[in-house]
Structure formats: C-alpha cells, structure tokens
C-alpha cells in the first residue's frame, strides 16, 4: 500500500481522533491501555465557512490542511497506531470520473434548500419516506441537498459522492466509502435493513452509482498514501480506521453510562437528545413527534431529537463580540443569566428564523414579542432566555423519547461542550426532574479512539468501553432540586413551550 516514507514508528497503544465540528477541528491523540484512557489535543484549528456568490461553503481544503497539520504534529509526538475520522452528517462533496473535487461543498445552512422538500415528497410521500428511512424531517437532510442540486452541470458530472468524514478518509488513503453511521442521515438509507435503500434511489432519480460502499464502525479503511505520509512523517504503515464517524455517534460510544436505562444528551452546536435502542421506531406517532432513527455502533439505534443546541448562545456572543459589546465570555454572561429572572421569556430553539448565521439577541427578541412575551434586552436575560428554553426542548424529547420507545429513563448522560455549561446542565435536571451527570466534555474524540482501539484489540464490547471512559474521565453530578415551587414553576413554564405538531 505505497512505500516507507514515513520515518516515525507506530506505538500499538496511541490512536489519533480526527474531530471536524461546524466551528473548529483538532486532532487529539488517545491513549488506551487496561485502565487507562488519556486525551491531548495534538492540534486544533478553525472551520470557518466561505459565503460564495452561489451560496455558503464549507472550506474543504483548509480542513484538509488542518488534518494533515494535526498528523505532523502526531509524528512528532511518536507517531499513531492509526487514525480515525469523524465530522458532522448530512453534508456531502461531489467528485468527478478523474476523482476530482466538484466544487466546495455547500453548508447545511446554505438556504438553497428551501422548498426542495415537496419536490421529494411528490415523488415518496413524508409518512412513506419515514417509514423507510426513520429520519426526523430537518430541510437539509442530504435527500433535500440532492433535490435542490437536480439539473445543476455539477450534480451531472458527478460520478462519487461522499459525505464529510468519507471525504476526508479518500483524501488520507485514496479509498472510497460510506461509513453506516453518517450514511444513516442522509434520507436515502434503509434503517431497518441498514443499507442503502434501492427503491428509495430509483424513485427519486438518484443514481445508485453514485454512492459509495458501506463500512462499518471498526472497519479497515486502508493506508496512508505515500505523500501524506511524506508530508506529515507519519509511518506509511500506519492504518486509518473507521470509526463512527457521525460526531454524534461517536459521542455515544464514550457515554459513560453504568446500566441500561439511560438517555443522552450530546450537547454542543446542536443538542441530540434521546435513547440507544436496539431496533428503530418507525411509528407515526414517531414521526408526528419529529424523532429520528440514527445509526450507532453495533447495529444500534439513536433514536433523538435535533434541538438547535448552544448554536443560539454562540451566534449572540459572536454578534456582540461584533459589536464590541461586554461581557461575551461565557463565565461572566453565565453569571449574568443566573441572576436574571427566571422564565420571563421562553422560545422555540427550533424555530426556522434561528438556523442561519445572523444577529440572534435581535431574532430572540423578534419571537418574543411575536408570542406577546417582554423581549430580553439586557445579555443576562438574552442567556437566561436561551438555556432555560434548551433546558425545557431537552425535558420535552427526552420524556417523548421514553413514551414513544416504552423505555423507562432513570439518569441523563450530558456529554460533550455543553457539560461545561453548569447552568444548562442544572436546569436540565430540574426540567427533566432526572438526575444528570456531566462529560466527558470531548466524548467524541474518546468515541473515536476506543473505535479504533477495540479494532486494533486494545478495548472490549460497548459496555466496557463505557465502564473505561466512567473510571478515567471526570464527572460531574447534577441532581434535580426537590423543593415543589421550584418543580412546579417548571411544569409551568414546560406547558408555556409546548409546540403543535410539525409534521403534516
């Protein structure tokens, strides 16, 4: 598989995480060993997209440096058993018969999308399209990206499509695939069978040519090409593995979770809140409740809710950052919110005006008084307004969750950036009224490592994974506070935000 040119050795013990969030990526390297489990951020840089003429694009080949960046830095250190590569769903490049790169990618938030979902739905119905794919309906779901590209010359020379993590695996090792967990959110996936679903192609006019093999979780994805590992002076031995590599999925994986009856919540840009499950829920009242079938480790199911996450809290702290305005760090605006009154003014996270980039203190503001609310003025009351309302999004599809799947849910696990958020999580429990216990903060980049630790045979089954990231990582403990005014004050606000059905 390509020549020696790299000089490092390859130590059976240190994996290297390739972890591209919508704001940033790093490659952080993972040790594991009996009882043993440490993470160090190798190197991290910024994903910042690009606004082109014809629409918002993610900057592919600065991503691509940055990986290859974060693998020198890798060499350096000793060197890496293997490599493993996981990014967000749903978004998608296209190449051409030479293997060329099409074009940059477009931005999930690229509003071109707009109205593509009825040109799918007159083809598959939304109640049938679910039924077989299982998919929460969100409008840049990876079939409506097809939709809105039909008849473009760049879909027309396309002969490969490949998601964002299989993107980057061709690039590192000249080979194509698609890894099941981040096929599993595109809307052309088979969720029961876990494959693609023919019939689904055929009648929406995609050509099955164009998507690529499927690989599991744990899979052999090849060898880095000769002139990465010149490059970055890795060896050219050294494996790229896949992982689970929807972010998402391998946050899962590093859930720190004891026994079955658990929910999760992988709080960052976004909040994913819901259950692991062993078959999907492709019921109506499924689909009436907005619930999607992912796909996870082990053939199981992450069966959640997309909230629109800390996405709200950023995009006011990047607006008054741009404005020159104090405080924007989160420990001050934090402090702020706590003081501030408690449920004065409540919003959808989800609603459509809060998905592009844009000046969100003022869209907050707007929905308030939209709903006959006081609009938050000061910062403090902005953030109060934001967690509170995530904290009610999270009770609302975590108790929907456990009806729909029968489950019974005895602890929330919230892992991921939103686990430094100390008011979030608090109000999460006395939302939920459940216990929460808090991170890892980098559960994604731990998913990732133990993927590829347990295919090179340094880790177990999923369980013990779990018990590895509970006993090394730290935790921290929220409990849900007793006191009835305060339970009931929540109750109050919870029937406040309850929403009508979104589906037809």
């Given amino acids: 598989m390509g020549s020696r040119t790299g000089s490092t050795t390859r130590p059976r013990d240190v994996f290297a995480a390739v972890d591209l969030g919508a704001t940033s990526g790093r490659v952080m390297l993972?040790?594991?060993?009996?009882?043993?489990?440490?993470?160090?951020?190798?190197?991290?840089?910024?994903?910042?997209?690009?606004?082109?003429?014809?629409?918002?694009?993610w900057d592919v080949l600065g991503l691509h440096r940055g990986v290859l960046e974060g693998l020198r830095a890798a060499a350096r250190g000793g060197g890496v058993a293997s490599v493993g590569v996981d990014t967000w769903g749903v978004d998608y490049a296209l190449l051409d018969a030479d293997g060329a790169l099409l074009g940059a990618p477009y931005h999930y938030r690229d509003p071109r999308t707009e109205g593509a979902a009825a040109a799918v739905w007159a083809r598959v119905g939304q109640a049938?399209?679910?039924?077989?794919?299982?998919?929460?309906?969100?409008?840049?779901?990876?079939?409506?990206?097809?939709?809105?590209?039909?008849?473009?010359?760049?879909?027309?020379?396309?002969?490969?499509?490949?998601?964002?993590?299989?993107?980057?695996?061709?690039?590192?090792?000249?080979?194509?695939?698609?890894?099941?967990?981040?096929?599993?959110?595109?809307?052309?996936?088979?969720?029961?069978?876990?494959?693609?679903?023919?019939?689904?192609?055929?009648?929406?006019?995609?050509?099955?040519?164009?998507?690529?093999?499927?690989?599991?979780?744990?899979?052999?994805?090849?060898?880095?090409?000769?002139?990465?590992?010149?490059?970055?002076?890795?060896?050219?031995?050294?494996?790229v593995t896949t992982v689970a590599s929807h972010d998402t999925a391998s946050a899962v994986v590093?859930?720190?979770?004891?026994?079955?009856?658990?929910?999760?919540l992988s709080c960052g840009t976004w909040s994913l809140?819901?259950?692991e499950l062993d078959?999907?829920?492709?019921?109506?009242?499924?689909?009436?409740?907005?619930?999607?079938?992912?796909?996870?480790?082990?053939?199981?199911?992450?069966?959640?809710?997309?909230?629109?996450?800390?996405?709200?809290?950023e995009?006011?702290?990047?607006?008054?950052?741009?404005?020159?305005?104090?405080?924007?760090?989160?420990?001050?605006?934090?402090?702020?919110?706590?003081?501030?009154?408690?449920?004065a003014a409540l919003v959808d996270p989800d609603a459509p005006e809060f998905l592009a980039p844009g000046d969100m203190p003022e869209r907050i503001r707007a929905s308030c008084r939209g709903s006959g609310q006081r609009a938050p003025e000061s910062p403090g009351a902005v953030v109060r307004c934001v967690l509170e309302s995530l904290a009610l999004a999270h009770r609302r599809a975590l108790r929907q969750a456990a009806e729909l799947a029968g489950r019974e849910i005895t602890r929330v696990h919230l892992v991921g950036g939103g686990a430094r958020n100390e008011l979030l999580c608090q109000w999460t429990a006395d939302a939920t009224g459940l216990p929460v216990?808090?991170?890892?903060?980098?559960?994604?980049?731990?998913?990732?490592?133990?993927?590829?630790?347990?295919?090179?045979?340094?880790?177990?089954d999923l369980p013990s994974m779990r018990r590895l990231v509970s006993a090394t990582q730290p935790l921290r403990h929220y409990e849900p506070r007793k006191d009835p005014a305060g339970r009931a004050a929540w109750d109050a606000a919870a029937a406040r935000t309850e929403p009508s059905p979104r589906n037809p």
């Fill in 128 to 239: 049938e399209l679910y039924r077989v794919t299982g998919l929460q309906h969100l409008p840049f779901n990876t079939v409506f990206q097809l939709a809105a590209a039909a008849g473009s010359a760049q879909l027309a020379a396309a002969r490969i499509l490949l998601l964002m993590p299989d993107l980057m695996v061709h690039w590192l090792t000249g080979t194509v695939g698609a890894e099941e967990t981040n096929a599993s959110t595109t809307g052309l996936f088979d969720a029961r069978a876990g494959t693609w679903s023919e019939e689904l192609l055929g009648r929406l006019g995609v050509d099955p040519g164009l998507l690529p093999p499927l690989r599991a979780p744990g899979d052999p994805a090849g060898e880095l090409l000769p002139h990465i590992a010149e490059f970055t002076g890795l060896d050219a031995r050294t494996r």
């Fill in 437 to 460: 216990v808090a991170g890892p903060v980098e559960a994604t980049a731990l998913g990732n490592v133990l993927v590829q630790a347990r295919a090179a045979g340094l880790a177990g």
């Fill in 254 to 264: 590093a859930v720190p979770a004891t026994g079955p009856d658990f929910a999760f």
């Fill in 315 to 343: 995009e006011c702290r990047r607006t008054w950052e741009s404005r020159g305005q104090e405080p924007v760090g989160l420990p001050e605006l934090l402090a702020l919110a706590a003081r501030a009154e408690p449920f």
């Fill in 30 to 57: 993972g040790r594991v060993g009996p009882g043993i489990l440490d993470l160090t951020e190798a190197h991290r840089f910024p994903n910042t997209p690009v606004r082109l003429p014809d629409g918002l694009r």
């Fill in 279 to 313: 078959a999907p829920v492709l019921t109506e009242q499924s689909r009436d409740a907005d619930f999607t079938n992912e796909r996870g480790v082990d053939g199981t199911i992450r069966f959640l809710r997309n909230i629109m996450g800390l996405w709200l809290l």
């Fill in 273 to 275: 809140a819901g259950l």
